[in-house]
RNA sequence: GGGGGCGUAGCUCAGCUGGUUAGAGCGCCACACUGUCACUGUGGAGGUCGAGGGUCCGAGUCCCUUCGUCCCCGCCA
C-alpha cells in the first residue's frame, strides 16, 4: 500500500502525519474520547481520535474490533503519566486525522480475538483456524516455526549439505511401517510418501550430504496431542562416515544452532509463552538398555519388547534432566527387530542397530542411524524379514554400484516447536492439521 | 484398532442425590463517560440443554441408541 508506514516504524516520525493501516484489536468509547489500538505484522499502536476530528471521529463510531483500517494520524509521544505499565503498545500513539474502513466483517466474529490468551477448544480453534490466527499469541508460534524453518536450513547449507526436494507421489508403498494413503494417479494407484528415506540415500549417493524440508504423509488412525496424519519431516542424510556417532554429532550441532536462532530472533514470541531455551550442555547419549534399566532401578518400570514406551520416555526425559540438565537424550542402539531393513545393525551384537531416537522432553523428535550401504547386506536384510528385494529393484540400484557408509535423521518439525512452547497438542503448531477427523480448513 | 472423558447462549463453563420461568464470565446491541489501554458503569437481546427413543406425576440431570469432540494406549516424527 502506497504511503503506508508500518506500526513498528512509527516511533521513528514523531511530530509527523503518517498513515498506518492494519485490524483494529480493541475499541475503547470514552464518549468523547475513542481509543483504537491497531496491529499491522510489525505490531501495535494506539490511535486516539478527538471530537475535533470531525468527519474521522463520525467515522470512529462505526469501527468495530477486526475491522480493516486506514488510519492517518500525527505521531505524538503519550501524554505524561498516561502509559500504562507493562502496555505493550509503546511509548507513542497515533492522534488520528482521517480514518478509513477498507473492510468490515459481515458478521459478528466468533470469539474475541484480541485478549492476550485465547482459550478456546481445539476444534474451535481449527474450525476457525485463520480467524484464530489473527492473535498475537498464536501468530508467535508460527513465526518461531518460520525461524526453526530458516535457521535448519541454514546450519545444513552451512555443513555444505545440499537441499534437495524428493516426489511425495511414490509408486510403490513398500517401505513398511506406517500405512499409507493411496490416491489415484491416472489409470492407476499411487501413494503419499510416508518418509524420504530412500530418495535420500540416493541423494548422498551423488552429493555426499543432502537434506530435505518436505511434508510426511502417514495414514495411521491415531488420536494423541503429538501425532498427525501430515507432517513437515526435517531429513537429513550425510555419506562418508566412520560411524553413527557422526551422524549425532550433526544432528546435535544442528538442533542446537537452531535453538540457539530461535533465542535470538524470537526472545519476545518466547516470552509470550514463557518459554525457556534447552540448557546448552552436551546431549546425554544412553544405550537403550540401559535406559531399560535406569526404568527399572530408578522408576521400578518394567519394559516388555525392548522398546521403552511414551512414559518410559517421559521418564527419561525427566531423569536426564536431572542427572545431566539436558532436555535432550539420544537413545542409541534399538533392536534389529524393531528397526527398518535398511538400519546397520552393530558389528559386535547384530541383534541391534547403530541408530537412534533423539527424545526432547520426554518426547520422541528424531530417529537416523547408519544405514545399510552393502549391497549384498542390504539385499539380505530385505529377504530376511520376508520381503523381496525385486520390489525394491530401483532402491536398490543405489547400493548395486557402490555406495559409501552413511546415515541421517528425520526431525519432526512441529513436535520441536510444540515441546519448545508448551503446547497441549502438536495440532496448536500446524497451520492447518490433517487428522483423521480433519481435513478442512 | 482397544479404552476413557465431554457435548448446556457466539466463546469458555457452572448446574448437588430428577422438582416451578436453565445460570455466570466474556463477546454482541443500546445509553453514559476527555486518558483509557482486555476501559468502566447501567440496561438489553441471545438457549428445541448435540439428535432420536425410553423410564417417571415430572428429565439438562437416569437408561438405550446415534452423531460429534477430546484424551490415553498402540504406531511413530
Redesign the pocket.
Known sequence: MKGRLLIAETPRHIGETVTIAGWV?????????I?L?IRDRSGSV?A?V???AGPAYEAAQEI??EHVVAIEGLV?E??G????A????GGI?L?ISAIRTISAPAE?????I???????????????RTIALRNARLQAIFRIYSTMLSAYAARMRAADFLEIKTPKLVGSATEG???FFTVNYFDRKAYLAQ?P?FYKQAGISIFERVFEVGS?F?A????????????V?LDAELGFISDFSEVMDELEATIKYVFAEIGKERASELALYGAALPADVPIPRLRLSEAVDILRESYGKEIE?G????????MIGEYVKEKFGSDFVFLTHYPTA???FYTMPSADDPSVTESF??IYRG??????GQRIHDYAQLSESIRSRGMNPDDFASYLDVFRYGCPPHGG???????IVQKLLGL????EAILYPR????LSP
Open positions: 484489536s480493541v475499541r475503547r468509547d470514552h464518549g468523547k474520547l481509543f489500538d494506539q486516539i478527538l471530537p475535533s468495530r474490533s505524538k503519550r501524554p503519566g498516561a502509559e500504562k507493562g502496555s505493550a503498545l500513539e492522534e459478528t466474529l466468533p470469539f474475541e484480541s485478549v492476550p490468551e485465547l482459550d478456546l477448544n481445539l476444534d474451535t480453534l481449527l474450525d476457525h511401517g506406517a500405512n518418509s528415506q510426511v502417514r495411521e488412525p491415531h488420536f494423541t496431542t503429538r501425532h498427525v496424519n501430515e507432517y519431516g519388547g522398546d521403552i514406551d511414551a512414559e518410559g520416555e517421559r524393531l528397526r527398518p531416537d533423539l518426547l520422541e523428535i528424531a530417529s537416523g535423521w528425520g526431525l519432526g518439525s512441529e513436535r497441549g497438542s502438536i495440532k487428522d483423521v477427523k480433519r
